[in-house]
């Protein structure tokens, strides 16, 4: 897997506070916190205040999540409640051929 | 809403959005539901994209209404290289901050889905791109791709539903392009959701020649053409032709066009044919149609009259050449400007596409004499009734422009005269038959006039000589006085045998 010294540089898309975007960033920070302590930056952008941000990262699901380190970019939407998804995602997890 | 400027019926029941499309605004009686979202289907290739962005570049540029194009296609160079081939110019749009093109990007392999989620971005992407360039119009170029795109079509259902009424309670008059599913307009049932206005594209071969048609499927709250009908696509965009809408009520004139030649003239009550009249020039191969056209269209050219020359056999330049040889100088026409050449492979394309390219021509060039020669030519494309039908609607077309017009047709030796023509020649107002006629081992070109409406006209067969000056007319000979019938009869005798030297 990938070395400690990695840095994780992760990007959370959303549109206003609403439920689904407070569980997203909940889900998320769990997940972050037991399996990259310490070498992660989660970045919330709100696409109700900055709706130019959106095109660049092909946003048009939200929730969004996009890691933009480790390349290459990886996106997992909803809000992030499958745990065992969302570490296959980002390749925390190997894709398993049930899955 | 903008003006329009050909005649939009009176009878405009709900505000429309003109499409700047030539011909689409008639058959939909004055454009697409303004401030609703119109469903454009068809097969690949039919046209769709193009019907779209015309529809937006048209609106920026005409009508004040800025666009948004969001494309969910995957060559976006294309698309540019594609309307940059109609002659629109979207980054010049783009520039001038009239026109916004945002390319949505959908990867189902880059994409992981976890839990619930809504297309919330998509909205603000396409709210942002509204309100940065004020747009009216919208486009969504192939908004089906999402379901490529994504698993969970219950979702991607509900926010496409919510997706158009919000497009409704924008009042943005919006296209939505689909693939043609196989029982439904789309593939994924958008016409649910959709429901002002359908129109259907279609893209058919038919004994190899292929032909583009357009229809107006539904349209709610108004009247509209309901027949298919042609269009064309090639470097001034998309011309679609209303073509049954015409009516028997044209001007008719009564003042009068020389034929080119005194002696003809002479023959049609000593002024030639009535202007915005229709002429029929038959004969068997090389009895002097062309020759005879040429000195037509020279004569209207020498008055400052604007000619245009459908060729379906010959080259331009092999026209002017021959023409050059019989002592008529077209050339300088041509260089002057007054003289257009259209010259067109009959089997190039079906029937319906070649009256579109007429109109087309028509349209562009405004002339006050038409040639085609020879129109027989067309009849090698389709059936007869189908050249008659579209005969009867080019010639429709042109009287209503005052337009006058010179056929030539080619008559075969074996056929009967009668046979052949009579499906054209009724919609014909003079009927010329030019013959070769052997009367001791040499071979005499007679012409006469079989009919012509509304005026007195000659009975007389008058041989006829190619000169240095072109053809000049000689008087009746006692010899080859003989009834008309009698000539024909003779004449395809011979020159079924000997074929002619000049066509």
Known sequence: ?99 | MSVKKKSVPSYRSIDKACTGIQGLDDITHGGLPAGRPTLVSGGPGSGKTLLGVSFLVEGAQRYHEPGVLLTFEENAEELAADVRSLGYDLDKLVAEGKLLIDYVHVDRSEIEETGEYDLEGLFVRLDHAIKQVGARRVMLDTIETLFGGLKDTGILRAELRRLFRWLRDKKMTTIVTAERGEQLFTRQGLEEYITDAVISLDHRVHDQISTRRIRVVKYRGSTHGTNEYPFLIDRDGITVLPVTSLLLEHEAPSSRISSGLPELDGMLGGQGFYRASTVLMSGTAGTGKTTLSAHFVNAACARGEKCLYFLFEESPQQMIRNMASAGIDLKRWVDKGLLVFHADRPSRHGLETHLVEMHHAVEINDPDVVVMDPVTNLMAVGTTADVRSMLTRVIDYLKTRGITAMFTSLTTPTQSLEHTEAMISSLMDTWILVAIESIDRQRTRNLYVLKSRGMPHSDEVRPFRFTSKGITLLPPASTSAAAPARAKRKSRGKAGRKSGSRS
């Open chain 1, 1 to 99: 897997m990938s070395p400690a010294t990695d840095k994780w540089d992760l990007r959370l898309y959303v549109a206003g506070q609403t439920p689904k975007a407070g569980r997203a960033f909940a889900n998320l920070r769990k997940i972050c916190e037991e399996h990259l302590a310490g070498r992660y930056s989660i970045e919330v952008i709100d696409l109700v205040e900055n709706p130019a941000l959106g095109r660049g990262d092909q946003i048009l699901a939200l929730p969004t999540l996009v890691r933009k380190l480790p390349t290459p970019i990886k996106k997992i939407i909803g809000d992030l409640s499958n745990t065992e998804r969302v570490l296959v995602g980002l390749d925390l997890r190997p894709r398993r051929a049930s899955a």
